[in-house]
C-alpha cells in the first residue's frame, strides 16, 4: 500500500488552468506540512494571481490552509517590486502590470517566519500560422454515427531552439480544463520543424468556434506541469498503487508548486 502520511493540495486555478478554482488532491511523499505556492505570469493579462496555502495531514479532511497573512511580492524585469494584496483564500493579486517577453520575471513570498523565492524566464511567443479542421475518421469500422465531428489541428513553425508549449483550448469560449485537457509537448524530436499537431480530447461540430492559445514557457515550468499531471495521474489510480513521484517544484526555500512565465499566441477558427 501507499506509505503516506501527508498530501498536497493544489488549487489548478491559478497553477494549470486560467479561469476554474476546481482542486485537484496529490498525495505528496513527505510527512512534514509544506507551503504550496502557486502563481503565473501571462503574457497579455494585465494582472497577476497568487495562491498561498499549506498541506495538511494524510488524516486530516479539512483540506489545505489558506494562508492569508503572507508578504507576496512580484519583482519586473526592471527590477520594480509589485506588492500583491490578499484578495480571498490564500489568493493574492496584482493589477496593471505589461507582462513582455524576453525576461525574467522573480517572485518572493514570505509566510510563517520563512521566505520562499522562484524566478521564471518567458521566452519569446512562436506565433500560430493557422487552425485547420477535419472530419473524425473511423479507421477501424463504419463512418461515425450522427452529425458530423471535426478534429482542430495546431498549425505552427517551430524555432530554431528548445521550445516547451502547453496548448489551451476552448469550444464556444468554454475552456477544456479536466485533468486530461492539459496538452504538454515540447520539440525534442521536431527542433525546427513545421509542426500539425491535433488538439486531443476534444471534437467540434458544425456551428462551434475552436480558440487555441499556445504557451510558451521555460524549462522548469514545463518540468513542474509534466510531474504534476505524472502525480496527480497516478493518484487517481488504485490504492495499491505505488505512491507517485513528488512533483519538481522551482520553488527555492522548502515550498512546493511552481512560478511560472508564460509567452502566448492566440487563433480562432468557425467550423463550417
Known amino acids: 500500500m501507499k506509505n503516506i502520511h501527508s498530501y498536497i493540495i493544489i488549487g489548478i486555478s491559478t497553477l494549470l488552468l486560467t479561469s476554474c478554482q476546481d482542486v485537484i488532491d496529490i498525495e505528496l511523499r513527505d510527512s512534514d506540512r509544506k507551503y504550496v505556492i502557486e502563481g503565473k505570469v501571462i503574457q497579455g493579462v494585465d494582472s497577476v494571481m497568487v495562491r498561498v496555502s499549506r498541506t495538511t495531514s494524510f488524516f486530516e479532511t479539512t483540506g489545505p490552509e489558506a494562508i492569508t497573512d503572507a508578504e507576496v511580492v512580484l519583482t519586473m ?40 523565492t522562484a524566478s521564471s524566464y518567458m521566452p519569446e511567443p512562436v506565433s500560430i500560422d493557422s487552425l485547420t479542421y477535419q472530419p473524425v475518421q473511423n479507421f477501424f469500422g463504419p463512418p461515425p454515427a450522427g452529425p458530423p465531428k471535426f478534429n482542430v489541428f495546431l498549425n505552427f513553425q517551430d524555432p530554431q531552439s528548445r521550445n516547451y508549449y502547453r496548448a489551451v483550448y476552448t469550444r464556444n469560449g468554454n475552456e477544456q480544463d479536466n485533468l486530461g485537457d492539459i496538452q504538454l509537448f515540447d520539440d525534442e524530436l521536431t527542433n525546427g520543424n513545421y509542426i500539425e499537431i491535433p488538439i486531443f480530447n476534444q471534437t467540434y461540430k458544425l456551428g462551434d468556434t475552436a480558440y487555441v492559445a499556445l504557451n510558451t514557457m521555460d524549462a522548469d515550468a514545463y ?49 463550417e
Do not use: C, W
Open 77 to 116: 524585469p526592471n527590477g520594480t517590486e509589485l506588492e500583491l494584496e490578499h484578495v480571498s483564500d490564500g489568493y493574492y493579486k496584482v493589477m496593471g502590470i505589461d507582462a513582455q517577453p524576453n525576461a525574467t520575471y522573480r517572485l518572493m513570498v514570505r509566510a510563517g517566519g520563512e521566505t520562499f
Open 223 to 271: 518540468t513542474f506541469l509534466e510531474t504534476f499531471i505524472s502525480a496527480a495521474s497516478a493518484d487517481a489510480g488504485s490504492p495499491f498503487s505505488a505512491a507517485p513521484d513528488n512533483p519538481i517544484t522551482n520553488i527555492e526555500g522548502g515550498a512546493v508548486g511552481v512560478f511560472a512565465a508564460y509567452a502566448r499566441s492566440e487563433a480562432e477558427v468557425i467550423i
